[in-house]
């Protein structure tokens, strides 16, 4: 049994705001269910006694002091940016969302 | 669309109740952003203060500061809040540019800090609002619509964004929801906002102005028929002042019950506040769900606060603000209304030091709540950042005490000290504005003034002792307002006595 439908993928898509065909809806489920699948067989092995791991080191409390740090120059910001106008970021307007 | 004939807020109130819930938004005052090192000034030119953590850039790795961790353990335990003694931060994933990464760092199901409480002084009573949670996340970037007429997203066709607020430390302090309240809803929404406020101040973890966007909040209400079930709620943002925070709720309690009388139901949606009707508005509601897909942040490790460091934050809490200001209340000698604008201005504090300087309670008010309270509204910086110190207000105050300066004199010289011209005594004495005390030019002028006015001088010789005040005038303006006008009247009747 595929351990994801159609309809998630294309609520997926609609959630990462990309545009899937049909015909691609049905191949990435398909990659999708082998990817999890897999993921899957973590569980066949996973025991009572073992909480669910979120980090990897046995690590807790990192903390930073709160000092100023040196930051990118505009120019260095922008680079990477796919349009910009006034020192900022340019990108479409977004349709779906009132801020 | 049909218009609904609006009852009249008694009437909605005496039909419904309304249970309200809120959600406050604090910004806190770190030097540095929540998980990089980048400055988080107001105001700087976009995109000058981001760095590859805060914009997402691969590779970047976000390392908690620990005063924005310290901060919102402190709003937690003021807030009467459980402290978690192990959380982590979560990814809350979302497409909109404001944030770089496509995710915002919050917390989820495991806030910092749980179930707390705030008493509120409500008309002399007191009620309690239930704390669900206080967490700690980061703020968004800064867009910008262009391209359409109202500059507003409808109609916009591209947006420009400024990343400077993004990753700034937000704390999100939440209300269990409030009932009973009855027709007093509106006034415990802005009493628990004012107080959460005074709380937050009092602590010193933020400036918590909500003009300016470093405190936020938005209402939840809803009406149900007594004894019935709670109702649909509507969450109403941009809710920007005080005032509004009332007034939001009061409209919305008689809207929702409009709708109600005519057999309607509510839609759970988010509405916009307008700050010129003091209605709201409803904002586009969602086809689907949020679906945000929270799951643990990997690239930060867990937080589990040392239990010993919680108890020395909790040991070093500040007196509470109602507590505090009760007792400065008395102290001063002044009314509840007059401390409130005290506390509005942000003058607590200054009026403390200045009489800790040696001036007394009602000097020290009088020119932090005037004279300086209104140059800091005309230039639009805090009072405690006006160009006065506390020590200099005390130092002004005493040379008035003494004799030394009359009022008007003493506003000059506060002009030069606000100007950065020195202390008041240095400014006194630079500008040459002390007042005249030399007996005998005083006296001259008083000679002066009388043989200019024989009628006056007349009257007061046959004990119309009123009309001295023109001659006072006659007076002051010959010494340019330097004289003592006490001074200078005792001195006529002297002269014009016998």
Not at chain 2, 88 to 115: G, H, I, V
Not at chain 2, 253 to 258: S, V
Not at chain 2, 407 to 432: F, H, I, N, S, Y
Request: charged share 25%; aromatic share 4%; proline share 5%.
């Amino acid at each position: 049994m595929s351990a994801i439908s159609r309809e998630e993928v294309a609520h997926l898509a609609r959630l990462s705001r990309l545009a899937v065909t049909e015909e691609e809806l049905d191949r990435f489920a398909g990659q999708l269910d082998v990817i999890l699948q897999s993921v899957a067989r973590v569980g066949e092995v996973t025991a009572e006694d073992i909480p669910p791991t979120s980090h990897s080191v046995p690590l807790t409390n990192v903390y930073r002091d709160d000092v100023v740090q040196p930051c990118l120059t505009p120019d260095e910001v922008l680079a990477g940016a796919p349009d910009q106008a006034e020192g900022r970021f340019r990108v479409p307007r977004i349709l779906d969302e009132e801020e | 669309m049909t218009t609904i004939a609006l009852p009249s807020y008694d009437d909605a109130i005496g039909r419904y109740e309304p249970v309200i819930g809120l959600e406050t938004h604090v910004e806190l005052g770190t030097n540095t952003k929540m998980f990089c090192g980048c400055p988080t000034g107001f105001g700087a030119e976009p995109n000058t203060q981001v760095c590859p953590v805060c914009l997402g850039l691969p590779g970047s790795l976000p390392v908690a500061n620990r005063a924005g961790i310290e901060a919102t353990i402190r709003i937690g335990l003021a807030l009467n809040c459980d402290i978690a003694s192990w959380c982590r931060m979560a990814r809350k994933n979302y497409f909109y540019p404001d944030m770089p990464k496509n995710f915002q760092t919050s917390q989820y199901d495991e806030p910092l800090c749980t179930d707390g409480y705030v008493d509120v002084d409500v008309d002399g009573e007191t009620v309690r609002v239930g704390i669900e949670r206080v967490h700690l996340e980061e703020d968004t970037g800064k867009t910008l619509h262009v391209g359409g007429a109202t500059g507003r997203i409808h109609g916009a066709t591209e947006s420009l964004v400024d990343y400077n607020r993004a990753g700034i430390p937000l704390v999100e302090i939440v209300t269990k929801p409030v009932t009973g309240t009855g027709a007093r809803a509106p006034e415990v929404a802005r009493a628990y906002v004012t107080e959460l406020r005074d709380i937050i101040r009092s602590l010193g973890v933020s400036d918590v102005r909500m003009e300016q966007g470093s405190l936020r909040c938005d209402v939840n209400t809803s009406l149900n028929l007594p004894g019935a079930e709670w109702g649909t709620r509507t969450e109403t943002k941009n809710v920007n002042s005080l005032r509004s925070v009332e007034r939001a709720v009061r409209s919305e309690i008689i809207r929702q019950a409009a709708l109600l009388d005519g057999g309607g139901s509510i839609l759970q949606e988010t509405r916009h506040f307008q700050e010129d009707t003091g209605d709201t508005r409803s904002g586009r509601s969602k086809e689907t769900a949020t679906d945000y897909r929270y799951f643990p942040e990997p690239d930060l490790v867990p937080i589990a606060p040392d239990p010993e460091w919680v108890a020395r934050l909790r040991a070093e809490l500040p007196e509470k603000p109602s507590v505090r200001y009760a007792r400065l209340r008395e102290a001063w000698g002044i009314g509840e209304l007059d401390m409130q604008s005290v506390v509005n201005a942000g003058a607590v504090e200054l009026i403390e030091r200045t009489i800790a300087a040696g001036a007394s309670p009602a000097g020290a008010r009088k020119w932090w709540m005037g004279e300086l309270a209104r140059r800091a509204n005309e230039t639009g910086t805090d009072l405690a950042d006006v160009g006065a110190t506390p020590a200099q207000v005390a130092e002004l105050q005493h040379l008035v005490d003494t004799g030394k300066l009359n009022d008007k004199l003493a506003r000059a010289v506060l002009e030069g000290v606000v100007a950065g011209e020195g202390d008041p005594t240095a400014v006194m004495d630079a500008r040459g504005l002390g007042v005249v005390s030399d007996s005998g030019a005083l006296t001259a002028a008083v000679d002066e003034a009388i043989a200019a006015n024989p009628d006056i001088a007349a009257k007061i010789r046959d004990g119309k002792v009123a009309a001295a005040g023109a001659l006072v005038g006659s007076v002051m303006k010959a010494t340019r307002g330097q004289a003592d006008a006490k001074a200078v009247r005792e001195l006529i009747l002297e002269r014009l006595s016998g």
